[in-house]
């Protein structure tokens, strides 16, 4: 009982690996694992420099990066703001081009 257990667990963990390495998408191209780091490691610099960036506030904006493409979006106070936040992430090495959806609260 135990073995088939073991069995089932490791056919299990084999299926989860391979659907988030290696699993595709019918809305997205696929991504391999190492484009997947770098697009994380490109995102995680993006939010940290917005975050030292004097004047934005960077729990208003949200970062995603897909092949090293940037997409920015949320809601700022001005279009300065906006203008800004897209030319701190075009700084950051590895970003190729910066999606802008970020829009101005109340308009």
Same mark, same amino acid.
């Given at each position: 009982?135990?073995? /088939? ?9 084999? %299926? /989860? ?9 019918? !809305? ?8 997947? /780091?770098? +697009? ?11 975050? +030292? ?16 493409? %940037?997409? !920015?979006?949320?809601? %700022?106070?001005?279009?300065? +703001?906006? +203008? ?10 590895? %970003? ?12």
């Amino acid at each position: 009982m135990k073995q /088939l257990n073991n069995r089932f667990f490791a056919f299990l963990l084999i %299926v /989860l690996m391979a659907f988030f390495l290696g699993g595709t998408s019918a !809305l997205a191209e696929e991504e391999t694992a190492g484009e997947y /780091l770098d +697009d994380s490691i490109i995102t995680a610099k993006v939010k940290k420099a917005i975050f +030292d960036e004097p004047g934005l506030k960077s729990g208003e904006i949200k970062v995603e990066t897909f092949k090293g493409v %940037v997409q !920015l979006s949320g809601f %700022v106070s001005s279009q300065n +703001d906006i +203008d800004r936040a897209v030319e701190v992430a075009r700084e950051v090495e590895g %970003v190729k081009s910066v999606k802008n959806s970020i829009e101005i609260k109340g308009q």
